[in-house]
């Protein structure tokens, strides 16, 4: 390393600093990368195929990436997929074939945002993949089941990355904290409990995030009378832009219950009360949202549809306004749910059905549903378009047959129901 690099790396911002560079500094994801886990012994066997990591930002896809590079003896490029094209893409192909035919040697292809390719940069990868000279990671914040082109989609595994839990994010800033080499430990910094907290709650499991907001809480506060940068809550509010929550955790838990049984009840007034108690205490609003939508599934479900069009509005327009505009809209749509008629049909039925699928035994495919016919005289399927719309045929698993998931309630809506399940016969 020279000079040159020696000091970008000193200047780089703090979570590039602190990225782990082993399996063992990994903060979160147990479920992919816990001890035994199918992905950790791919990694250390380095026997890794291609896989698309997607999760939220600041949640570690790209460093466990890098990881993975460390342990692995191929070649590493990585690209950007807003940055790159269908040019830089057989570059590298080009060069991984040349290695992997004269030394043996794959390639691993890191692509940062992958979802932004388009078909032709996605098909310009693919008989490269197949051919086994590279070894293709994604990393990417939407589904790739639905952002990406189905071919590169179906070549590999695809890990679902979660937000780190609040322990995850405490953990790695007390190791910013204390790391001499690579993070503040020089720096003789006192980081409150109640600053921790703040961060682990505020950051909302993007590690990126806290470490940012640490960063620039630990260069802007001044050195007290005895030589420490001391970061309390009233400071890490500051920082990460987010005011702490003024009630205790089990309070807050029990504001957004207060809510969700408010809207239940269909008590506008309660419902409002709550939702803006707990914006005032903190509360990031985009959680109520959620709880919104949830409960116009569950207790509003088919009485009122419109119900669930509203809150899914609502949170859109609070994702792109903000607050105190986007407040508008989530009033409105949590007035509309609170007056709409309630059923719990939907969850009902849900239950029911989950229920079903986790213990039936028989869970073979009628024959006349099934994708092709090979025998000519199996049971011809019913086109209910054929028969004006609707034909009685049986559409569920042998033993099944008679299973009623959904009953509609006597209200909203839903009263005017007639289920062709029920008078099929």
């Known amino acids: 390393m020279d000079l040159f690099d020696n ?29 035994n886990s199918l992905l950790r012994r791919a990694i250390q066997g380095d026997m890794l195929g291609s896989c698309i990591f997607y999760g939220p930002p600041g949640t570690g896809k790209t460093t466990l990436a ?38 043996g040697k794959k390639t691993y292809l890191l692509l940062d945002e992958c979802h932004r390719w388009n078909k032709a940069q996605s098909d310009s990868v693919l008989a490269a993949i197949e051919e086994g000279c590279i070894v293709f990671i994604g990393s990417t914040t939407e589904n790739p089941q639905f952002s990406m082109t189905p071919a590169i989609v179906s070549r590999c595994r695809i890990f679902q990355f979660k937000p780190l839990s609040e322990q995850n994010i405490i953990t790695a800033l007390e190791r910013a904290v204390s790391d001499k080499e690579r993070g503040l430990g020089k720096l003789n910094i006192v980081l409150t409990d109640e600053a921790k907290q703040h961060y682990a709650w505020a950051s909302g499991g993007d590690l990126r995030s806290a470490l940012g907001a640490l960063e620039l809480a630990a260069k802007t506060t001044p050195i007290d009378k005895d030589g420490k940068i001391v970061i309390d809550k009233q400071v890490a509010e500051q920082s990460i832009q987010s005011k702490a929550l003024s009630v205790d955790e089990n309070i807050f838990y029990d504001m957004l219950s207060a809510f969700c049984k408010s809207l239940r009840g269909s008590d ?22 959620r709880r919104l939508m949830a409960h116009s599934s569950e207790d ?8 669930l069009l509203l809150s899914t509005c609502a949170m859109y327009a609070l994702k792109n306004l903000g607050l105190p505009e986007g407040n508008l809209a989530l009033t409105h749509a949590i007035i509309y749910v609170c007056e709409a008629p309630k059923s719990n049909s939907v969850v009902v039925a849900m239950n029911r059905a989950q229920a079903d699928a986790k213990n039936a035994r028989n869970d073979a ?6 994708n092709y ?8 399927y019913k086109y209910p378009h054929d028969f004006g719309g609707y034909v009685y045929q049986q559409y569920m698993p042998k033993g099944l047959e008679d299973r009623v998931y959904y009953e509609p309630s006597q209200n ?12 099929k016969k």
């Open 373 to 380: 016919h090979i025998d000519k005289n199996a049971p011809k």
């Open 412 to 423: 909203g809506r839903e009263r005017d129901f007639k289920r062709k399940k029920i008078w």
């Open 268 to 289: 506008a007034e309660a419902a409002l009360f709550w939702s803006n108690r707990l914006i005032e205490a903190g509360c990031d609003p985009l959680i109520i949202a």
């Open 300 to 307: 509003v479900g088919m009485a009122d549809s419109n119900a």
């Open 365 to 370: 495919v009628p024959e006349h549903l099934k």
């Open 66 to 103: 890098h990881i993975i590079t460390q342990t692995t003896n191929s070649k590493f490029v990585k690209l950007n997929a807003v940055s790159s094209g269908v040019a830089d893409a057989k570059k590298v192909i080009d060069d991984a074939r040349n290695d992997f035919r004269l030394f």
């Open 7 to 35: 000091n970008a790396k000193l200047n780089a911002p703090l979570y590039e600093r602190m990225r782990p560079q082993t399996l063992d500094e990994f903060v979160g994801q147990e479920q992919i990368v816990g001890k």
